[in-house]
């Protein structure tokens, strides 16, 4: 029997489980159907004939309005719905949806192996970090950590791996500008990220804005952290200089044990990309268990995409303990808000043309799904992009959804392993922080086995419960940070660029 | 005896050639002074007494006003002058500095190897091209693109080298933003850069938002050009289809071959960055005097960096044939103007700490040595960011001065040679066309000696005419066009990222 996924008991729309053809019973629950035209997987069908101006309903909520009479049975999506306005930033609640720490799912594990840090979190990965205070030294630190990795790791097997942390900031930007505090920030915390234990190396041009002082204590801006290459005669000098530090940090990071540590020394980051409506179902949701455990057992999780909270803000306002918290939260949405305003557009222009085909009709469901990842725990902190947490628990760091900006941003928030669900498919990974990618649809798992690391699909054909694949990925996150599994973007050294989130502007 | 460089008679500040100890006796021209304090190289001293609110003329023009009396010899810069306000862009001359063809410097040379092109310029060089539709697919291009070169390209000896495109755009993007057009045409155009010879080979993720018929003509999407990762069954699928692409392709590339072409078919840009007070009296206007004969032989020479003309409108104006290309210039200025003032900056906000350490005071200072560099001929266009230009000649393409936002911008305008005049020196590259560094100075030579190319700093020294540097950089630039030359970032692979310029929000 063809099947139609219903989360809310409320909902007057269910989920096509597969390609469901015209003219074909299908069932929702104890409601039953008869199709009207083709719901292709991820489509939803109406439960009921919904009239002109009516409520579509899918996890309970208003996801969108009926702009037309719908009979049951027939495919509802962007064509014949319209966006319902944008809830208002004034009166959030909070503190009425608070959970208690013990009605959090229990962690089975709550200690893990992980490199300790002197402050801050601990790390998932023993790394060599080469970080540029600006482009123009990006291709010399590029072919001198190439070198590093060939002449030199080899001979320290305790050290992961050497990244070359290149971003666009630095110089031809308005450093004057207010915005610029975003990605200074962004690389001030990059040079102390956790995976890099404290070893801090720096590679400035010397003519740059973005000076030493903008991103370093004046304390580690030594000769023994710091190479301008304007002071380096020549490109061999510039290689030597590059070589000779590096082998004094690996000397150093080559020492790094991990130990075994209580969950609290974790930071994990979760992100979604390419979702589809299943995103919702099965691989948000089992994110969100597992980040429930981990938050019960005293880590710290990150999750982020401001355009992807925004129609459910009322919803996150009302697991903030505190006002403080809750204007925090109103004081992003409204720079965000005001910041998508600024180019003419809003949270709308978030949805890809990929979503809409796996099945998202806009914003608001696509949301809807989105917070799922952040599990039921109550928000222990809201932070600005790139800021590091002061927290432990569930943290909401406001950076864009965009995949690509949002991993960077989290990375310099001390991110030490990011959990990504997708149920379009990218192969999307970080050299900094190993990125573990869980799908929404066993389809995208079979169609993409070497890049798929988790499979949550299961989860909507019945073959697990929500809580067995929260649980199977809480261990997974625990294995992939303790190094025990390594992801397929890893495998593979699939990364992205360092795209930082920068508002400013560029001279 | 020391020397202070005089640009123009009406100057009253003179440039130290070299560092110049307090009391000191210098000469500028005829004029002799004693220096009242040390004045570094590069920097200013005041040739006469300047009163209070006195002009500081350098260039013939005012470059600042005194802040206070200032007694000949005294150190001139930023500490004791003040701003002057920026040009109107209302009532901006035209025509009314035109310099005929003949009385361009004439070319020694009027052809040159390259390899041409069905359409638009010849390339300079012969390369596989891999653009990336979104950012999701730069990791897997990246590594793709390696085994290229490893596995593939040393059978295809006639093709020189594989440049994987990749840039932040494509989806997390507002592509419905005004501002979206600047880097879809970026990308549009890179695609189609004269160095990968009509081979389109673009690789896309498959859900992001900048969907092929963004960037290519609808008969061009086809599987002969275009690999969707999500349609790929894994990561080794998605590897060999991108080899078996390429290895088509690299067939098709092998067969091009350099013919001798008219100087007509070359399209070059001229930036500069990490400019001291020197560029603008050696490097600048010796590439303005290479650029002057490239012109005069029908060649396309593109100068940009809208901060870095602004001062200079009404000069660059003047140089405009006809009202229609001076309210070209206007536009885009207004632009520009009303783009950074929306981030609460202006035009000032361009100069580097960098630029202050080489003497330069500020942005009209900095704006007057880098229009030496468009030469003296009439301006053929002004094009946006990223646009191709349309017609030969002297084009001022509009973009930012940013190096790293500059150079991708010229590159998807069709440049497939740039020149790079710098001061204090940056080991900048990019992968997809030759970089030819010309310094200011004989002493940067000296100490990045396998970094430089060209040394202009004979000019100051008097060891070289402005004319003998023009045409020597005339005939290094025709060399390098032709493969003859390998400029230093090429034989290092320093090479930077592509940096789009975005203004647009990102979700």
Not at 223 to 246: F, H, K, S, W, Y
Request: aromatic share 6%.
């Amino acid at each position: 029997m063809n099947k139609l996924i219903v989360i809310n008991e409320k909902d007057n729309v269910g989920v096509a489980a597969e390609d469901i053809p015209a003219g074909a019973e299908a069932t929702a629950g104890k409601c039953r159907i008869r199709t009207a035209e083709c719901i292709p997987q991820a489509h939803k069908a109406a439960l009921r004939d919904i009239p002109k101006g009516g409520e579509i309903l899918r996890y309970g909520v208003v996801i969108a309005y009926a702009d037309k009479d719908l009979k049951a049975g027939s495919l509802v999506n962007e064509n014949n719905t319209r966006l319902p306005a944008c809830p208002s930033l004034e009166n959030l609640p909070y503190g009425t949806d608070i959970r208690r720490p013990d009605e959090l799912p229990k962690p089975h594990r709550t200690s893990w192996m992980g490199f300790p840090n002197a402050q801050g979190p601990a790390g998932t990965r023993n790394l060599l970090g080469i970080v540029t205070t600006v482009q123009c030294a990006a291709g010399v630190v590029n072919a001198a950590a190439d070198r590093i990795r060939r002449e030199l790791l080899p001979r320290y097997p305790h050290v992961d791996g050497v990244v070359a942390v290149n971003h666009p900031y630095g110089c031809g930007v308005a450093i004057d500008a207010k915005e610029a505090e975003l990605p200074i920030r962004a690389v001030r915390n990059l040079i102390r990220h956790p995976n890099f234990g404290g070893e801090k190396m720096v590679i400035g041009l010397g003519c740059e804005k973005m000076t030493y002082p903008y991103v370093m204590d004046e304390k580690d801006i030594t000769p023994e952290n710091v190479i301008t290459l304007q002071d380096c005669g020549g490109q061999q000098a510039m290689m030597e200089a590059i070589l000779r530090m590096a082998e004094r940090k690996l000397e150093r990071l080559e020492q790094r044990r991990r130990e075994m540590l209580p969950l609290s020394s974790l930071l994990i980051g979760m992100q979604c990309g390419g979702s589809d409506a299943f995103s919702g179902i099965t691989a948000n949701p089992a994110a969100g268990y597992a980040s429930d455990m981990l938050v019960r057992g005293g880590a710290t999780v990150m999750f982020s995409e401001v355009t992807e909270v925004r129609d459910a803000v009322h919803l996150i306002s009302a697991r903030c303990p505190d006002a403080f918290t809750r204007d925090r939260l109103r004081e992003e949405m409204e720079w965000f808000d005001a910041y998508l305003a600024a180019g003419g557009v809003d949270r709308e222009s978030n949805t890809a043309p990929g979503n809409k085909q796996g099945g998202l009709s806009n914003i608001v469901e696509k949301t809807m799904g989105a917070i799922a990842k952040a599990g039921t725990a109550p928000i222990a902190e809201v932070t600005g992009p790139a800021e590091r947490p002061t927290k432990h628990g569930l943290i909401f760091s406001a950076t864009p959804a965009s995949d690509i900006v949002c991993g960077p941003s989290q990375l310099a928030s001390g991110m030490t392993l990011q959990v990504f669900m997708t149920g379009r498919g990218t192969p999307y990974g970080l050299a900094a922080a190993p990125v573990l990618k869980v799908c929404s649809r066993s389809a995208l798992q079979k169609h993409w086995r070497d890049l798929i690391d988790f499979n949550a699909g299961p989860v909507a054909e019945g073959g697990m419960t929500l809580e067995e694949a929260g649980r199977a990925l809480f261990d997974l996150i625990l294995d992939t940070a303790e190094g025990k599994y390594i992801p397929y973007s890893d495998r593979f050294g699939f990364y992205n660029d360092l795209c930082l989130f920068n508002t400013g502007p560029i001279t």
